[in-house]
């Protein structure tokens, strides 16, 4: 059964400050059930909307995680290539691999039955770029996975989002550490759609990250990517 949130209640699950939230309902950004003088919203429409919606910040508000957002561009869900990516080779539709994970006392091999390939110059480094979605067959969760690997090494790994309509992977400006809720994004993500984690995915509880996501089209393969090149940049203490 859907569950209806006040807006106090929609501002607090997706961390926000309630007035940014209440101005975007007011400019129509989100949809609304009213009744009467009442506005409900729906977690599934914020699980869709939330990320793309232009909720724009209250500079008296305190700090919250939001998505930032550049006002000649504007939000189209997309990131922005980092300015030292170059293609050589755009994707194309590739053949199916597999990958092997570690895994306690041992390793397992992920099947990759859908995949595309092509060839990038990151500064002065030409690395061969792979994107592989698997079925989640060989995963406890049964989970699909999107994986991006620069020269077979796995850069970004993508899970589905809530609704099933795209993916979402963990921002680490640094390679390894997340953005927290409230902490600046990155530029190449300032058209792009964030939300925490948790909220992304649905997967929540003990042991889940609470940090910001990227969240992507299912099939914005570019956008993948260059969420790996800012993650291959940021493991090498490079400005993207």
């Given at each position: 059964m859907?569950?209806?949130?006040?807006e106090?209640?929609?501002?607090?699950?997706i961390k926000?400050?309630?007035?940014?939230?209440h101005?975007?309902?007011?400019r129509g950004?989100l949809p609304v059930?009213?009744?009467?003088?009442?506005?409900?919203l729906?977690r599934?429409?914020?699980?869709?909307?939330?990320?793309?919606?232009?909720?724009?910040?209250?500079?008296?508000a305190g700090?919250?995680?939001?998505?930032?957002?550049?006002?000649d561009?504007?939000?189209?869900?997309?990131?922005?290539?980092?300015?030292?990516?170059t293609?050589?080779?755009?994707?194309?539709v590739g053949?199916p691999?597999?990958?092997?994970w570690?895994?306690?006392?041992?390793?397992?091999a992920e099947?990759y039955?859908?995949?595309?390939?092509g060839?990038?110059?990151?500064?002065?480094?030409e690395m061969?770029v792979k994107i592989?979605?698997?079925t989640g067959a060989?995963?406890n969760d049964?989970k699909?996975?999107l994986?991006?690997?620069?020269?077979?090494?796995p850069?970004?790994?993508?899970m589905?989002?809530?609704?099933g309509?795209g993916?979402?992977s963990?921002?680490?400006?640094?390679?390894r550490?997340?953005v927290a809720p409230g902490d600046?994004i990155?530029g190449v993500?300032?058209?792009?759609?964030t939300l925490?984690?948790?909220?992304?995915?649905?997967?929540?509880?003990?042991?889940?990250?609470?940090?910001?996501?990227?969240?992507?089209?299912?099939?914005?393969r570019?956008s993948?990517?260059?969420?790996?090149?800012?993650?291959w940049?940021?493991?090498?203490g490079k400005a993207f």
């Amino acid at each position: 059964m859907e569950e209806w949130l006040t807006e106090q209640e929609a501002a607090e699950w997706i961390k926000v400050p309630v007035e940014d939230l209440h101005q975007a309902v007011s400019r129509g950004d989100l949809p609304v059930l009213k009744i009467g003088m009442q506005v409900r919203l729906s977690r599934t429409s914020l699980i869709t909307h939330a990320g793309a919606a232009a909720i724009a910040p209250n500079p008296s508000a305190g700090t919250a995680a939001r998505r930032t957002v550049d006002s000649d561009e504007g939000v189209d869900g997309r990131v922005v290539a980092p300015a030292s990516l170059t293609w050589l080779d755009a994707l194309t539709v590739g053949e199916p691999f597999e990958h092997h994970w570690p895994a306690k006392g041992g390793s397992y091999a992920e099947q990759y039955p859908h995949s595309w390939a092509g060839r990038v110059r990151v500064e002065s480094t030409e690395m061969i770029v792979k994107i592989g979605r698997s079925t989640g067959a060989e995963r406890n969760d049964g989970k699909a996975r999107l994986t991006v690997l620069f020269d077979n090494y796995p850069m970004a790994e993508f899970m589905p989002t809530a609704d099933g309509s795209g993916w979402a992977s963990l921002i680490k400006p640094d390679g390894r550490h997340t953005v927290a809720p409230g902490d600046p994004i990155p530029g190449v993500y300032r058209r792009a759609s964030t939300l925490p984690y948790q909220i992304a995915t649905g997967m929540k509880g003990p042991g889940r990250p609470t940090g910001v996501a990227l969240v992507i089209a299912e099939d914005d393969r570019d956008s993948a990517v260059y969420h790996a090149a800012a993650r291959w940049l940021g493991k090498r203490g490079k400005a993207f």
